[in-house]
């Protein structure tokens, strides 16, 4: 920021319930020392007073694009350079869509054209709407070109329904963005894996496991919200695609380690989450198995050791491996951080009642070579977020 006294923030408020959070935000932001000037989309207006806002943020709110008095000296451009900073919180499906396809239509979008000042979105919405393809892809595209993302959370939603499409509240947003320590992994580049793998028998059937891909992508999402670089190799899920830079999706472990070996090197850190199959069949048959009375015997053979391989390399990325055990939890996951030489490992228990594969919460136990971790059952967003908060202290002390 070049105003390092009082940063100077625009903030975006798009047409979204969550707009009466803008409020809250603009008092959160001043009372970190910045200044704000906010800019108002059509829509926001339905849902909360320019007025209002103007009044928390101690100068007039900026709505139309051509207003004769604003714009008698191309007062959008002086305004695009004033920020050091942009937000739009809460930013709607719609606006998202409108950014990360270049349309300058209003106010709000011009500037962001027009500013050389980076972007933060917290993002509003409907669940559903949240998890559409469409959405999805747009948040990509807005990552891809360095905006930051900051949310959405998951909870009850006005409309009623519960899931992931929360704006962020105001205060952990004001603590993102004007924190002592805004992005802890900026400028860290990060390779995970996600989800299983599907070794085939035949076109139609194949030997997998139960994993769905819920931590890794939880991971991805957190991992880019603090900055990271992230790109995620994901084996077949059913989860919408996450909003990051790049998803490279593989079927088979040969496949996820081709894809891992081509990028690693240029990676600081890896997490495997996924659950990759040990074993595959010898022989894929080139048509479908036809079932009779008799057996069938099976020949498996070994899947290469993508962890191992990665942690062995020279130099070797900061490595996180994942353990999913059915007993003897910390003598088995230690055994493995020592085996593989792993930086460090989450552990857990599955096959029982609660966490797991294919559960949306989780308990895990984090390792390392001096010292250990639990972590409570919880949510695999808010996992993940523990997660990357023991992660970044173990890698800030390893370089």
């Known amino acids: 920021m070049t105003s390092q006294d009082r940063p100077r923030i625009l903030l975006g408020v798009s047409g979204s319930i969550a707009a009466y959070k ?3 935000l603009i008092r959160r932001l001043r009372e970190r020392g910045a200044e704000v000037q906010v800019v108002m989309t059509a829509h926001a207006r339905a849902f909360i007073s ?39 919180a809460p930013a709607s499906a719609n606006l998202i869509a409108r950014l990360a396809h270049g349309l300058a239509d209003d106010l709000l979008t011009t500037l962001v054209l027009a500013s050389q000042a980076p972007l933060t979105i ?5 669940q559903q709407m949240w998890a559409h393809p469409a959405v999805r ?49 900026a400028g860290v580049r990060l390779l995970i894996t996600a989800g299983p793998t599907h070794e085939a028998l035949d076109p139609v059937r194949f ?54 070996m081509e990028r ?31 057996n069938i015997d099976l020949r498996l053979v070994p899947n290469p050791d993508i962890l191992a391989e990665v942690a062995a390399r020279n130099p070797a990325p900061f490595t996180l491996g994942f353990a999913a055990e059915t007993e003897a939890l910390e003598a088995n996951a230690r055994a493995k951080l020592n085996n593989k030489g792993l930086d460090m490992i989450a552990a857990n228990l599955v096959g029982g009642a609660e966490g797991g594969f294919d559960r949306d919460d989780n308990a895990l136990l984090l390792l390392w070579g001096d010292g250990q971790r639990e972590l409570p059952l919880m949510p695999k967003h808010q996992a993940a977020r523990e997660i990357a908060r023991a992660l970044m202290q173990r890698y800030v002390t390893s370089t």
């Open 122 to 126: 917290a993002p509003a919405m409907n």
């Open 137 to 185: 892809e747009n948040v990509a595209r807005l990552l891809s070109r360095g905006a930051r993302l900051l949310g959405p959370d998951s909870g009850d939603q006005a409309c009623g329904e519960i899931g992931s499409g929360r704006m962020l509240e105001p205060s952990a947003i004001a603590e993102a963005v004007l924190g002592i320590q805004q992005q802890p992994f």
């Open 264 to 294: 690693v090197g240029e990676c600081d850190i890896f997490i495997a989450a996924a659950a990759v199959a040990d074993y595959r069949p010898e022989l894929q048959a080139s048509r479908k198995l036809k079932k009779h009375s008799g």
């Open 22 to 24: 803008s409020a809250e």
């Open 207 to 260: 030997i997998g496991n139960r994993s769905s891909g819920k931590m890794g992508y939880a991971l991805a999402q957190v991992l880019t919200e603090l900055g990271a670089q992230v790109i995620l190799v994901s084996g077949p899920t059913a989860l919408p695609a996450p909003p990051l830079a790049r998803l490279v999706r593989v079927e088979s472990a040969a496949e996820m380690h081709a894809a891992v």
């Open 50 to 88: 320019p007025l209002s806002l103007q009044a928390l943020a101690g100068r007039p709110v900026r709505l139309e694009l051509f207003d004769s008095a604003a714009e008698a000296g191309m007062g959008h451009i002086e305004l695009a350079r004033w920020a050091d900073l942009i937000i739009i």
